[in-house]
């Protein structure tokens, strides 16, 4: 049995990224009987660097519900929680703090390329810093054994592999020591519509789960393409133009779209022409998913209802963790 730790911060609405990078690969390991899924909306994580604006992070709590909802995720099937109401990861956390030093810390890419981005300089929020560390307990609560992660977030696994390593030394084989699930070849980082490496709310550069056609329509419209493309009979080039690059993601009829690279780069094919084939080819994708998530926004209450019920079943497993990490670590006194 493989037991699988996985989720996403609710800063926002999920979008064509996360969808890529995430979503539809876990509605797979999903339908595998041999994976117990548990996927987590990463609230606690969300306040690490959103503390003075903490509604921004509850409101979508239900949003994020609502997006895995939509895509397939099954509460009957996968246990869907809530970070901030397991109490008992907090606690882990504080153990495993004691096992990692700040150097440690201070050399993680991700984190030192996350501080870099977010330009916090020596203002770094402390829980943000050690953010790799609150990961690790998560990871390690439920005992998981795999953890689907980009590319860019290697070095957050190996974090928890050391700590791993570190307490079982130290304190006798309890914790799991977990595998990172990468990516799938050609399956990572899906840009955003403007060109931009990565796609975001900040940068207003994401097709979203949750809009509606005309918006799906506008933004397509308004996408990167070849600049130096001006003229319907002008050759065209495909690298680097999102429609091609959407096109070989969402496309199934793979020859169609070769023949229209080869018409593309001769010229003699117009950029309206392809966005319009991509608005019908993301509408395929879309429509279903969209139809679904307007049905279980009906009734809000229900789906935090199976949030709550989804964060008690989470709650004892990684109860039962930190009862058997107190245990090993001689502080377990009654």
């Known amino acids: 049995m493989n037991i699988i730790l996985t989720g996403d911060r609710p800063t926002g609405q999920l979008h064509l990224g996360h969808y890529v990078g995430s979503l539809k690969k876990r509605v797979e390991m999903q339908a595998d009987e041999n994976n117990q899924m548990n996927i987590m909306i990463a609230d606690v994580q969300a306040l690490t660097d959103n503390a003075k604006n903490p509604e921004k992070v509850s409101k979508n709590v239900l949003e994020v519900a609502l997006d895995y909802l939509a895509v397939g995720l099954d509460p009957k099937r996968s246990t869907l929680f809530i970070q901030s109401q397991i109490p008992q990861l907090a606690e882990l956390m504080m153990y495993y703090m004691n096992?990692?030093?700040?150097?440690?810390?201070?050399?993680?890419?991700?984190v030192k390329s996350e501080i870099e981005q977010k330009k916090f300089g020596e203002s770094v929020p402390t829980g943000f810093f050690v953010?790799?560390?609150?990961?690790?307990?998560?990871?390690t609560a439920f005992k998981a054994n795999l953890v689907p992660v980009g590319e860019d977030q290697k070095p957050m696994l190996e974090q928890t592999q050391e700590i791993v390593h570190t307490f079982n030394s130290t304190y006798g084989e309890v914790l799991v020591e977990p595998k990172a699930v990468l990516p799938e070849k050609g399956m990572g980082r899906l840009p955003g519509i403007d060109g931009n490496g990565k796609m975001s709310k900040s940068l207003n550069n994401g097709i979203y789960l949750a809009d509606d056609a005309d918006t799906i329509k506008k933004k397509v419209m308004s996408m990167y393409t070849d600049p130096n493309h001006i003229h319907v009979e002008d050759p065209g080039q495909v690298e680097g133009n999102m429609v091609f690059t959407y096109l070989d993601v969402f496309g199934k009829d793979k020859a169609y779209i070769e023949e229209l690279k080869e018409h593309y780069r001769r010229g003699g094919l117009g950029d309206v022409k392809i966005k319009r084939y991509l608005i019908d080819v993301l509408e395929a994708e879309l429509a279903p998913i969209r139809a679904r998530r307007l049905e279980f926004a009906k009734d809000p209450q229900a789906v935090m209802e199976m949030l709550r019920q989804g964060s008690l079943q989470a709650e004892k497993v990684a109860a039962a963790t930190l009862d058997d990490v107190k245990k090993a670590m001689g502080i377990q006194y009654f």
């Not at 096992?99 to 991700?110: C, D, G, W």
């Not at 953010?131 to 990871?139: E, G, L, T, V």
């Open 99 to 110: 096992l990692v030093t700040v150097a440690r810390v201070k050399r993680n890419p991700t």
């Open 131 to 139: 953010y790799p560390i609150s990961q690790a307990a998560d990871i």
